[in-house]
């Protein structure tokens, strides 16, 4: 029955569908048709694109005789446009009553707005304000008739009344279908947001197709395919494996790099219709080159079986056949001669004769026909006059003959009679006319007597001369026997010339051809044969080509070759024949062609060929992913030529993460027939379509995620460069710069080896073609022989050649491969600095520009005749340019980052690298379970020992944990050291390892050194310059430039450029003038726009800040920067400037193209004082000397400088450092600096108080949220800002004697002073333990190989289960380790409420919110699971508890009945940060070396009156839940990770515990 419906859908339907009636489908269908026959029933279709959820609706529509309205989204589809689509429907359903489903799919929903209004629909049927008046008026008007032709009973028929008649009508006949995608979070917004979508409508879900459903398809398109039973069988199964195999694999793709590949019953559906067309083109191909050589073949033997003896011999016998017949017929001549002067005699007789006779006769006959003609004219008279002669009697014409001058009467009759007659007339002279001759008809007689005379005489002549004739003819008859005799003999005599000539030809020709395509029989058999086994064969080679097409090209080389490497073995192993190697070039392949792509830019390695090839058979249009712009290059030049009517090809480059809706008639090529001609709509235009129109697509985004809605209407393939490949562009890059001839004979040399093998080609399919249109016996085929003797002379003409080029070319490659050492290591180099747009998006670097400065280094590095020399020489310059300009665009943190990135992947270049020691390296050990229990766990941290467990699993640390077990105190002093990272190791362990080895070593003893020891690591390897970065330098940058390359500051807090930038436009630029500066933000794009146009006209400068805050403009600034900010048209003065924070969205086109530039805060006391003093205004000599009071000034400026590096130092030590890391930025430097000079210049004192307000509480404090912060602010600047800095020179900032305020003196003293201090700052200098370098360390550390694993490759723990699947069993461990709410009523027993004890009270207050948290906390845990099965809505409540499941960590509460004091509570379980617990004197201590945490004694909490209570130079320690001490801000002021303070006893000064950071914690992180 379906199946019916089906095909009559099809039957009266413009776009018929092409369905498989699978149980999947059918249960659907039925589904939705239930739905819709409901009344007010919508449903809500959840699936990824591609399921068939559109196509269901429509069928299940058609079932119900229900008509399908559907929006088409345009570019210029506007909300209007969306409110009159639906306006137009509503009445469609209310007014004229038709059932509508109305179909709508997420990717149609241009704006949020629009599930508003469905929102509402699907609520009550009605938008509100959609209708004007006049449209209202004119329902309520329909409204009235229907509910009269109707009989519709309304109480009263008010305009309301109508209305809600109208409303339910819409009601009863609209059916809203809504088609989403659950894929990504808008699905999930959009249910919570519109809950409608899940209230009034039913859900169906479209799961993936279950096996059956696959199988059938796959049988139901290939049942038509020629094939055997078994291997369809074993195809079929194959298709299955294929397609869910890509699922497993695109879900490793996506854990392991980040990812995402989408896999689609469109893609099952591709990859079957794919291998038939395939398949059937290839046999199609294969048969007819294998006939077309099987045929040249035959010729050949044809031609070989014509013995050339026997042909000789024939030649031989027809010779005196040819002499006899030679002789005969010259006797037969003379015979013919004599004979021939007899028959010319009588000739000539008979002619004479007839000559004379044919005159009497011709006269005879001319006045015959002058009387005829006479004679002709007078008939009608003559009748008449016939038949007046019936009246005439004897006697009348005896009187008229007696006449002899009739009258004139009588002659005019006898006139006439004459002339009818024939009788001609006499000329006599005429008396009365004097004598004057006229014709006399009256003699005419005598005329016809001469004519009868003239005739007889003739008649004799006539018969004479057929007498004469007669005997002529005898003798011409005997005469044409014997000629006939002749022409036969001389047409044998010229057989036999012709056979004799046609014979020798015969055997040139053999000749020509056994020799000349002897040799090609020996090919040709083995073509023919391979092509057989290649038609045996070719069932696999397509069925592995097709699945590589429809479901490989996302995926990147590795993982590429891994699947293609099983499913060649599985093809195996099912006994599908299959050539061997198997290969995608080889089995779609054409080496000429592939030779021309090579030409046109594609480079050479395997993958690009490959992906060549599913571009040009695929049938889904090509949406390559290329940040390398070589998809790009490779389809401009190959599509360069290619002009085709009406098939012009078209590229769409830089597409983003969506496409265009309008684009999708095209994309799915919803071509349709007019007149026998194909269209296709685009928009509101319809257009001609050529079935040679090509479309290819391209992005530079480096890792797009394109949904399934996009996935499925192109084929996404990976074009990225491979390591091969760019290692031969860059090979030949280096080549044609030291060895131009060399190279330019190399490039020669494949041109001309791709034309000779293109000629070879065309050669050999001439040849085959002229074998194969040559009909009858090719040697009688003079022209055919000719054309095949020629081609074959060029054919091996082209042969030698080609062996001479192929010899050249690999002299050649033996010599350029001299340096290949350059092109690999070069190649490395790229791949490193691609690989940092992983860990910030802004990191972009395009392979023109990495090109155009490895030409730079080639042209600048050191010449040197010895080409080892030379090559160490290109590889150290080029890597350190490299390092220097890539170096200027990173982050502080990133800097040594990318020296070890670059350190390591020369040493992997150079030798084999244990992946897995570096792999544990930057993760440690991962294992959860670790059973041997930790030998110094006085000392030694669980994570460390679990680090030292796992290293014996490593490559050459066997017996390294028994070695530790064995000698702990060895192991204790060099965990103990304060520099382990220079100590050597244990023995013999400091023999047997590494360099880098001993990293792993530190890293699982002291993680904190390690970034020292990689520093030391990187020197060893590198260079002591590749941990030394360039210092900022705006005018070398600014020289990288032009006018039409942007240069763009990467901004950090605290950076701010546009006071340098606005400097340097003074000192170097066209001055601040002309230098145009625009924040920007919401609207404030198109006024950048006008600034640029103008700016480029002029020659001036535009500075466009905060980049970051206008996304939804940056693609208008892309585009600007592609089409206008061109040579053509920008002035050479022009300058576009550009800052912004790291964004995903900043467009990608100008991150690769521009220079990019970080101006970070210095790293270090040290570079932040030293910045300060030699930047603007403190480099200023007039500001810097015209205070009134110099001295203070100079002391309380170096104060600020010192404080203002201090506080933003503090925030690398963490938590410890701030609790929140506040942005402090140049701005408050230098605001306070001038409020300080002014203060000092209007006041005789100096007003200490006053500046330590406006610096501490309005300055930096109007940064500071946190009032434990504010409190640090304070202590840290009361150390700069008090009388002894202005009179002590000798006042220390901390017990270090090294930094202090120098005396007054000159500012270059000042910054001598600066550049003498430490590069590395003791904690001590900022009022921090020495153990805070240790919490910095770590945190330095874990940023370092945290931002290395982002460039790696993710290895996946808890491999096989999903997040949902981990955070259920975690709901589930959680609530069965969680104990049940307390009773209220034992503990009121146990603790009554009573005056004595009011804490009791308290006691019973916290156990009812205890026990409503134990209740919030089961039933978020109990509704997180129930939104994982799907049973409720996943809301954001849910989500966040979803994901702190995941990402945290959770603690186990446990409830102890422990003692109690008889007043106050014990507290048990804090940790101490920043400072140890003096038990001995109940004191705050310091901290020893390494122990950064320390546990508490249980603490004694006593109520008492705050007013009662005594601080006595006590400690106020705030207490916080984690050791993040970060929260949000609460009501309270405090964080919501602030819990109380407490009181500790100190024997130093708060200040000193507030600067240390100290805090109790209560948990640690691990």
């Known amino acids: 029955t379906m199946g019916r419906y089906l095909y009559d859908y099809n039957s009266e339907s413009k776009a018929p569908m092409d369905l498989v009636l699978f149980g999947f489908a059918i249960e659907h269908i039925s589904r939705v048709s239930r739905i819709l026959l409901q009344p007010k029933g919508h449903a809500l279709l959840v699936g990824i694109d591609g399921c068939g959820r559109r196509s269901v609706t429509r069928l299940a529509a058609f079932i119900a005789s229900y008509q399908v309205f559907q929006i088409e989204v345009t570019r210029n589809y506007s909300f209007n446009d969306w409110r009159d689509d639906i306006r137009k429907m509503l009445l469609d359903a209310g007014t004229a009553g038709r059932s509508t489903v109305f179909l709508l799919a997420d990717n149609q929903l241009k704006e949020e707005s629009y599930l508003e209004d469905i929102n509402t629909l699907l609520n009550t049927a009605d938008i509100p304000n959609l209708y004007d008046a006049e449209e209202r008026a004119e329902i309520i008007d329909k409204m ?78 290939l049942d038509d395919v020629e094939m055997d039973a078994r291997v369809r069988v074993e195809s079929v199964s194959l298709c299955k494996y294929f397609h869910e195999s890509i699922r497993a694999l695109s879900s490793r793709y996506e854990e392991s790099l980040g990812r995402h590949n989408y896999v689609t019953p469109t893609s099952y559906l591709d990859l079957i219709r794919l291998f038939k067309n395939l398949l059937a083109n290839k046999r199609l191909d294969i048969l007819t080159l294998k006939n077309r050589y099987l045929t040249g073949l035959q010729k050949l033997d044809f031609a070989s079986s014509q013995k050339i003896s026997i042909m000789q011999t024939d030649l031989t016998n ?26 010319d005699a009588k000739k000539k007789i008979v002619e004479a004769e007839e000559a004379v006779a044919n005159q009497a006769a011709n006269e005879a006959q001319a006045i015959k026909q002058d009387c005829e003609e006479k004679l002709a004219v007078a008939l009608p008279a003559l009748n008449a006059a016939i038949s007046a002669l019936d009246t005439l009697k004897q006697s009348d014409i005896s009187m008229i003959k007696a006449m002899q001058n009739p009258p004139n009467g009588v002659k005019l009759v006898m006139e006439a009679v004459c002339i009818m007659k024939g009788v001609k007339c006499e000329r006599r002279p005429d008396p009365a006319q004097n004598n004057k001759l006229v014709d006399d008809w009256w003699y005419t007689s005598k005329k016809r007597a001469r004519l009868a005379a003239a005739e007889n005489e003739l008649e004799k002549q006539m018969v004479q001369l057929e007498h004469k004739r007669n005997e002529l003819k005898v003798v011409v008859d005997k005469l044409d026997l014997l000629n006939e005799n002749f022409e036969a003999r001389i047409n044998k005599k010229q057989e036999l010339e012709e056979s004799i000539k046609m014979t020798g030809e015969k055997l040139v020709r053999a000749e020509k051809l056994i020799s000349g395509l002897g040799g090609e029989k020996e090919r040709w058999e083995r073509c023919a044969e391979e092509l057989s086994k290649g038609y045996f064969n070719i069932v696999g080679d397509v069925l592995l080509s097709s699945a590589i097409i429809a479901y490989l090209g996302p995926f990147t080389v590795y993982f590429r070759q891994e699947c293609i490497g099983k499913w060649i073995q599985l093809v195996q192993n099912r006994d599908i024949p299959l050539s061997q190697p198997f290969s995608l070039e080889k089995a779609l392949g054409d080496p000429v062609k592939i030779q021309t792509w090579h030409l046109t830019g594609l480079p050479v390695d395997s993958f690009s060929v490959e992906n060549a090839l599913i571009v040009m058979n695929t049938q889904r249009w090509p949406l390559m992913i290329d940040p390398q712009n070589q998809a790009n290059k490779w389809i401009k030049n190959l599509e360069k030529s290619n002009n085709l009517h009406f098939g012009t090809p078209i590229l769409l480059e830089n597409v983003g993460e969506e496409l265009d809706p309008a684009l999708e008639p095209l994309l799915l090529k919803l071509v349709f027939k007019q007149n026998n001609i194909d269209y296709i709509r685009i928009g509101d235009s319809i257009i001609e379509y050529s079935s040679d129109f090509r479309f290819y697509i391209t992005t530079c985004l480096r890792n797009p995620h394109y949904l399934p809605e996009v996935a499925i209407r192109v084929n996404v393939l990976n074009f990225m460069i491979t390591a091969p490949g760019l290692e031969d562009q860059m090979l030949s890059i280096v080549t044609a710069k030291e060895k131009p001839l060399l190279e330019e004979k190399k490039n020669a040399l494949i041109e001309e080896s791709a034309k000779n093998r293109k000629q070879l080609k065309d050669i050999e399919d001439k040849i085959l073609e002229v074998l194969s249109s040559s009909e009858g016996n090719i040697l009688e085929d003079e022209t055919g022989v000719e054309i095949l003797s020629s081609s074959r002379v060029l054919a091996k003409e082209i042969a030698v050649k080609e062996e001479i080029t192929s010899k050249t070319e690999k002299e050649i490659d033996e010599a350029r491969n001299c340096y290949r050492p350059v092109a690999k290591h070069s190649a490395v180099l790229f791949f490193i600095i691609s690989d940092l747009a992983s860990i910030e998006p802004m990191y972009q670097y395009s392979l023109t520009w990495f090109i155009n400065l490895f030409i730079r280094s080639i042209r600048d590095s050191q010449e040197s005749d010895n080409l080892d020399e030379r090559i160490t020489s290109l590889n150290q310059h080029f890597t350190y340019s490299i390092y220097q300009n890539v170096s200027r665009s990173l982050f502080e943190k990133d800097k040594i980052l990318f020296s070890l990135l670059l350190c390591i992947g020369i040493e992997k270049n150079k030798k084999e690298f244990d992946e897995m020691q570096w792999r544990y390296l930057l993760t440690g050990n991962i294992s959860i379970n670790n059973p041997y229990k930790n030998p110094a766990s006085d000392w030694l941290a669980d994570k460390s020992w679990s680090d030292i467990v796992g290293c014996n699993n490593l490559s050459n640390f066997e017996g390294f944990k028994e070695h530790f077990e064995e000698n702990i105190l060895e192991w204790k002093s060099y965990y ?32 904190d050194k390690t970034i020292h020891a990689i520093r030391e690591y990187i020197i060893d390897h590198l260079g002591k310059e590749y941990v030394e970065p360039p210092s900022f330098d705006l005018a070398k940058s600014f020289l990288e430039s032009n006018h039409v390359v942007p240069l763009i500051f990467i901004l950090s807090p605290g950076a701010d450029p546009l006071s340098l930038l606005l400097k340097f436009a003074d000192d170097s630029g066209p001055g601040r003038k002309n230098c145009q500066t625009i924040s920007l933000g919401q609207g404030q794009g198109p006024i950048a726009t006008n600034m640029i146009q103008m700016a480029m006209k002029q020659g001036k400068w535009v500075v466009l800040q905060n980049c970051h805050l206008a996304v939804s403009w940056l693609p208008d600034l892309e585009k600007i920067c592609e089409e206008e900010i061109v040579p053509e048209k920008a002035h050479t003065n022009f300058r576009l400037w550009l800052t912004s924070y790291p964004s995903d969205h900043f467009p990608v086109s100008i991150l690769q193209n521009s220079v990019k530039m970080t101006n970070e805060i210095p790293k270090g006391l040290k570079s932040n004082l030293l910045r300060s003093y030699t930047t603007d205004p403190i480099s200023n000599q007039k500001f810097f000397n015209s205070c009134d009071k110099i001295k203070e000034w100079k002391k309380l400026l170096f104060g600020v400088c010192f404080f203002h590096a201090l ?48 610096i501490g509480q309005c300055n930096y404090g109007g940064r500071v949220t946190d009032d434990w912060d504010r409190r640090l602010l304070l202590s840290l600047l009361s150390r700069f800002f008090n009388h002894r800095i202005i009179e002590d020179d000798q006042y220390k900032f901390c017990d270090s004697t090294v930094y202090y305020a120098p005396a007054d003196s000159a500012y270059e003293d000042y910054v001598s002073y600066i550049k003498s201090l430490p590069l590395v700052a003791h904690p001590e200098a900022y009022g921090l333990h020495e153990n805070a370098d240790i919490t910095r360390e770590l945190k330095d ?24 699947d981990t955070v259920y069993e975690m709901c589930s461990d959680i609530l069965s380790k969680m104990s049940g709410e307390f009773s209220i009523k034992d503990v009121t027993t146990l603790f009554p409420v009573r005056y004595e004890d009011s804490m009791n009270t308290v006691l019973t207050q916290e156990v009812i919110r205890f026990n409503r948290l134990i209740g919030v906390i089961q039933s978020s845990l109990q509704n997180t699971q129930k939104a994982i099965k799907g049973q409720i809505i996943m809301s954001a409540q849910l989500e966040n508890v979803f994901n702190s499941l995941l990402d945290g960590k959770i603690l186990d509460t446990k409830f102890e009945a422990k003692s109690r004091p008889d007043v106050g509570v014990y507290v048990h379980g804090l940790y101490l940060e920043g400072a140890q617990w003096d038990n001995r004197n109940k004191i705050l201590a310091e901290s020893h070396p390494t122990v950064l945490y320390d546990a508490i004694p249980k603490i004694w909490m006593k109520p008492k009156l705050k007013a009662a209570i005594e601080i006595n130079g006590r400690y106020d320690c705030p207490v916080y839940k984690t050791s993040a001490r970060r929260g949000v801000l609460s009501t309270t002021g405090h964080s919501t990770n602030y819990v109380l303070a407490i009181y500790l006893q100190s024997d130093k000064p708060s200040s000193h515990w507030i600067d240390r950071g100290v805090a109790l914690l209560c948990q640690l992180d691990d």
């Not at 027809?318 to 028959?343: A, F, M, Q, W």
Request: aromatic content about 10%; glycine content about 2%.
């Open 144 to 221: 009235q008739k229907i509910a009269q032709e109707r009989g519709v009973k309304v109480e009263v028929a008010t305009q309301s009344s109508m209305y809600n008649l109208f409303i339910e009508r819409v009601r009863h006949h609209l059916h809203v279908v809504i088609a989403m995608s659950p894929i990504g979070d808008a699905f999930r917004n959009r249910l919570r947001m519109f809950p409608s979508l899940i209230n009034c409508c039913t859900i169906n879900w479209f799961q993936v197709w279950p096996e059956d459903a696959l199988e059938m398809v796959a049988n139901y398109y």
């Open 976 to 1007: 103990n050291s304060a520099k382990p990272h220079l100590e050597p190791l244990p023995q013999p362990w400091n023999d047997k390892l590494t360099p880098f080895e001993k990293l792993i070593v530190l890293r699982c003893l002291r993680n």
């Open 318 to 343: 027809l010779k005196p056949e040819l002499i006899y017949t030679s002789e005969e017929t010259e006797k037969l001549i003379d015979y013919i001669k004599e004979e021939k002067v007899t028959v």
């Open 1341 to 1364: 550390t874990h940023e370092l190989f945290s931002g290395i694993l982002a460039t790696q490759p993710r290895e996946v723990a808890n491999k096989g289960k999903s997040p949902q």
């Open 1207 to 1254: 506080v933003q130092e503090r925030r690398s030590f963490g938590p410890l450092g701030w609790n929140i890391p506040y942005e402090f930025n140049d701005s408050d430097l230098h605001i306070s600096v001038r409020q300080a000079q002014n203060f000092l210049n209007e006041y005789e004192a100096v007003p200490l108080d006053a500046l330590c307000y406006i």
